[in-house]
């Protein structure tokens, strides 16, 4: 048998989000990848030393030259397959991925000298990680990482779902649909707002999502600014600190271990899973609108081929797809949430294997949501089925008719005691027609403007205020 895992020039990859579903979620390798935490490595290592240098703590250093600024951003800027090789090979050797960062950075800082010998680079190597504990770096990596994934990549695609959603509801406002309470026929609804029922929810989580708070923390190994007490004494370390975390877009946290406890990722990703969670509910319940036949799909947007065998099926593969997705992505945010907020006294290493997998559940809700999206973009409803569905189903009309009863009897009305028993005796365990619901309604001795508009009304005409709660999205 040939070794599938033997090196090659075209590795067979493990993971499914790099194969065969790479093209739904290749954007997160820009924020979520090995190669993407430490770009955002060196991205936070040089903006310490361009911000230490520029403050005028240091003795003897002065702020960089625009010139010098710009090489060392530009380090980021262009980070690319050749660096990464490079870095790879430095943590081969130092065994310590921060270490390898700092060491491919002071390597650079000398070719600055090479390049322009005016440069003062060369000379403030040393500023390389300098007061820097690897978790003061890491934690600010993994922040910048998150944040640009969630408002980059998963946001957007939110949104799409939530705007198809609203669309559909929209459209579908009026469009009478029998309900569902376990199971079992109940009183009708419009397609409209059941969808709307989930666009809401999902919006709802949108706008907690946009609110995340991301904090981070720079102070040394165990959060005391011990190093940088003793070496700079004069400094307002907690105020220099909390100017570089505002100066990268986050939130400082003044108060922390060695580590940065990752409280707003335990809410963050609890927040993701909930959102999850909703369009799983979503995707189920399509599923089986679809089985009822209350949706068609439109062949060409699911793609020709349902069942390897048997020709006349067309298999709501989206809909599977994202279920099965949204399954794992909550899974994985939920184990990060659990286990990311637990470190042993001032630190363990769990986290930073705990972490590598935030992209790998990023990926999943990500591909979910896009599967969802198309598998919302190939379905149109059936009326002919929803009409006649409804028109199977007069008992449902069982509940207005006795609720009317029960509110004429509290006005005095006489004769319509036992409503909700008479109903029951009507309905329950067997098929009612319409004219069955009419002569009862006839038989009762109602006011006449309440029998006029008992008789007049239908299953397909019970919907209540569905089609104007719709509106409540906009």
Known sequence: MIDLSAASSSPILLSPLDSRYREATAQLVNYLSEAALNRYRLHVEIEWIIYLANSGVLQGVEPLTNTDTTYLRDLVEHFGHEDIAELAGIEAETRHDVKAIEYYLKARMDVAGKENPESALPGLKEMAHIFCTSEDINNIAWALAIKEATNTAWLPEAKKLYEKLASLGGENADLPMLAHTHGQPATPTTVGKEIAVFA?????????????????????????????EVSVPGANWPALSRGFVEHLGLTWNPLTTQIEPADW??????????????????ATDMWTYISLDYFHQNLAAQGSTGSSTMPHKVNPIRFENAEANFE???????????????????????????????????????????NLIRGLSGVDPNPAKLRADLDNEW?????????????????????????????????RGRKVTGEDMRDFIRELGLPQDVEARLLALTPATYTGLATQLVDYLN
């Open 200 to 228: 809401h929810r999902l919006h709802r989580q949108i706008a907690r999502i946009e609110k995340t708070e991301y904090l981070a923390k720079f102070s040394g190994a165990t959060g005391t600014f011990g190093a940088h």
């Open 265 to 282: 990722m335990a809410d963050l990703f609890a927040d993701i899973q909930h959102a999850n969670r909703i369009a799983h509910n979503l």
């Open 328 to 370: 794992i992505s909550s899974a994985l945010f939920g184990e990060l949430a659990q286990t990311l907020v637990t470190s042993r006294m001032q630190r363990d290493l769990t986290d930073s294997s705990t972490k590598r997998n935030i992209g790998v559940a990023f990926g999943h809700s990500l591909l979910a949501l896009n």
């Open 395 to 427: 008992e449902v009309l069982g509940e207005p008719i006795q609720q009317a009863m029960r509110a004429l009897g509290l006005a005095g009305v006489k004769g319509l005691a036992d409503p909700y028993e008479r109903l029951k005796e009507l309905t």
